[in-house]
């Protein structure tokens, strides 16, 4: 799979928009951008993927750059239940993968009140 | 519908003792994942089922560890003569694996602890 590359950290104030962005030059493609987060001493969450298209659900929104080079996750209006460490992953879609996962340090988003 | 279940959630054991631990997947989903995280540490990949089968068990660190799955649905992580080393949360997930479905949904854990 793809390396990727994420700020360390980021701060965003309460009922703000959170935008994480993700850069994941190499991606192949076949290759889907997949985002997780872990809150702390919680298992890790999925939140949402794409292959080329925008994507939203009612957790968040994925921009997805025309060149699929990069990645922005959009918390509309983030909540300090938010604060987590936030992991971009791309993942091939071809039947040979088997879809374990490798974090990298992923951000760390900090939502203050 | 019902996620990813583990038990036990927390289990405490002597150095040399074996631990069985259980997850029980998504019904339907044809993959799933045994992971360990140490207290500050990232995500480790231990073992891949699809099915019943494991064609991917390159994380296990060891022969103590081993790992089994049946009727493509509960699966069983056995640590055996466990080592200090082994303390961590053994994260289960399970998923589709298949095409553009390979999102994983992940149970609380099994906090393991070897004294």
């Known amino acids: 799979d793809a390396k990727t590359t994420q700020p360390t950290s980021m701060d965003c104030a309460e009922g703000r928009a959170a935008n994480l962005p993700c850069n994941h030059s190499?991606?192949?493609?076949?290759?889907?951008v997949y985002w997780y987060r872990q809150i702390h001493s919680q298992g890790p969450q999925y939140i949402i993927h794409?292959?080329?298209n925008n994507e939203t659900n009612e957790m968040a929104s994925l921009i997805i750059t025309e060149d699929r080079k990069s990645s922005t996750l959009i918390l509309p209006h983030a909540t300090l239940r938010d604060t987590a460490v936030y992991y971009c992953?791309?993942?091939?879609?071809?039947?040979?993968?088997?879809?374990?996962?490798?974090f990298g340090q992923g951000t760390t988003l900090q939502v203050k009140p | 519908g019902a996620g990813v279940s583990q038990s036990p959630s927390n289990k405490v054991t002597e150095k040399g003792k074996d631990v069985e631990l259980r997850c029980d997947p998504i019904?339907?989903?044809?993959?799933l994942y045994w992971y360990r995280q140490s207290l500050g540490q990232g995500l480790e990949f231990l073992i891949y089922?699809?099915?019943?089968?494991?064609?991917?068990k390159s994380g296990l660190p060891s022969d103590r560890f081993s790992a089994e799955r049946t009727g493509g649905s509960v699966s069983t992580l056995t640590i055996q003569r466990t080592q200090q080393e082994d303390s961590a949360v053994y994260l289960c997930?399970?998923?589709?694996?298949?095409?553009?479905?390979?999102?994983?949904?992940f149970g609380p854990g099994t906090r393991l602890t070897v004294t």
């Open positions: 794409g292959l080329k």
């Open positions: 190499t991606i192949s493609g076949n290759e889907y």
């Open positions: 089922f699809q099915g019943n089968s494991a064609p991917d």
């Open positions: 019904s339907g989903h044809t993959a």
């Open positions: 997930a399970s998923s589709w694996n298949s095409g553009s479905g390979r999102e994983q949904y």
């Open positions: 992953n791309t993942m091939g879609s071809g039947s040979g993968n088997t879809g374990k996962l490798i």
